[in-house]
């Protein structure tokens, strides 16, 4: 979802910028500045339904008097955006349950490309700065020859672990080895990197169950590209 936040925020953002200076909202720039959220909202390809949802919701609050009375109405504006979309995307939103026997291990999945590696340095990061914990990453693409240093790469960078295979070790094994370590390090969380594919195949799908049923991960994260629209509703 990162890259959709990004867009969306710069869109945002400049609809914010043409608020900005003036003193008082008038009905005709706030019927603009919604306009523009919801022509970004569609071209990042949200479902109608929700676009009209939030923007019904985003305009209610700025023709209202909290908007009106405020110095600043861009950044006034700017709030209710902010509101409004982590009401719509936090819907269900929960932390990581991490509340098991340590080492917790997560799974993270999905197709080719779509920032499976990134996600797991970025998540060791998060799970080490919010909740201190002590994160051991591998990866378990044999598939893309520097799939593992890339991870190695990013694991150095953000300070955690990092479970290193021998060339030639069988998935199954590399997993099953990487435990014993995360175990041995007394690492609260374990994070298995897997391989992407171009698509959903039954070559995917088996060796995810195969992992799943091997290592029973507490969370399996299914990274989805931003940009997928609603067709990340299918892959899922
Ligand atoms: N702008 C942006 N780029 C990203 C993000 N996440 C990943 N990338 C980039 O997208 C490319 C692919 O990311 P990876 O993390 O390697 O994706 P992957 O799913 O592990 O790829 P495979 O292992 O080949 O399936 C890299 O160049 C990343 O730097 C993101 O949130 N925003
Ligand atoms: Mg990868």
Do not use: C
């Amino acid at each position: 979802m990162a890259i959709m936040f990004a867009n969306l925020s710069h869109r945002f953002r400049t609809v914010a910028e043409r608020l900005r200076g003036k003193g008082r909202l008038s009905d005709e720039n706030i019927s603009d500045a919604v306009r523009d959220v919801r022509r970004a909202l569609i071209e990042a390809d949200v479902a109608l339904p929700v676009v009209k949802d939030f923007t019904d919701r985003v305009r209610a609050r700025a023709v209202g008097a909290e908007i009106m009375r405020s110095l600043n109405p861009g950044q006034a504006y700017i709030k209710i955006l902010q509101d409004e979309l982590t009401a719509t995307l936090g819907e269900g939103h929960r932390e990581l349950d991490l509340r098991h026997q340590p080492p917790v291990i997560i799974l993270l999945a999905g197709l080719q490309g779509v920032g499976k590696t990134t996600t797991a340095a970025k998540l060791a990061l998060h799970l080490k700065e919010r909740q201190k914990s002590k994160v051991v990453l591998a990866s378990l693409d044999t598939r893309r020859p520097a799939a593992m240093l890339q991870l190695e790469q990013l694991a150095a960078r953000v300070d955690a672990g990092f479970f290193k295979a021998d060339p030639g070790m069988a998935v199954a094994t590399i997993a099953a080895d990487a435990l014993a370590q995360a175990k041995t390090d007394q690492a609260d969380v374990l994070i298995l990197d897997t391989a992407g594919r171009t698509r959903l195949d039954d070559e995917l799908l088996d060796e995810l169950r195969l992992l799943n049923d091997q290592m029973k991960p507490v969370e399996t994260l299914f990274v989805v590209d931003a940009m997928a629209g609603q067709d990340a509703v299918n892959v899922a």
